[in-house]
């Protein structure tokens, strides 16, 4: 299984951004998908998750109402469309997928090599 994070950048606090998740080596629709960031220091921490068929997602309370995660079953694409972003939103933002339909839970194990979100204020 291959995941390959893009979208990342620069911004201010207060932009947008959308990450996406291209995915292969099997069958994207089959399983949930997510995201987990690490900021500089800390560890990593989950974002937000989305099942297979992308009827049910859930998020992390910081990004909550910001943060929208999506898919596109046909592109094996994945989706975070982040609003209203914080400084504290600055990390290195990794996409993963589970053997689960339903959720990534809290280790997955498929990891791709992450992109690198920095909000200035």
């Known amino acids: 299984v291959q995941l390959q994070a893009s979208g990342g950048g620069l911004v201010q606090a207060g932009d947008s951004l959308r990450l996406s998740c291209a995915a292969s080596?099997?069958?994207?629709?089959?399983?949930?998908m997510g995201w987990f960031r690490q900021a500089p220091g800390k560890e990593r921490e989950y974002v937000a998750t989305?099942?297979?068929?992308?009827?049910?997602?859930y998020y992390t309370d910081s990004v909550k109402g910001r943060f929208t995660i999506s898919r596109d079953n046909a592109k094996n694409t994945m989706y975070l469309q982040m609003n209203s972003l914080k400084p504290e939103d600055t990390a290195v933002y990794y996409c993963?997928?589970?053997?689960?339909?339903?959720?990534?839970?809290?280790?997955?194990?498929?990891w791709g090599q992450g992109t690198l979100v920095t909000v200035s204020s």
């Open positions: 993963v997928s589970s053997v689960s339909s339903r959720s990534v839970g809290e280790s997955p194990k498929y």
């Open positions: 989305i099942n297979y068929s992308g009827s049910s997602t």
């Open positions: 080596g099997r069958t994207f629709g089959a399983y949930a």
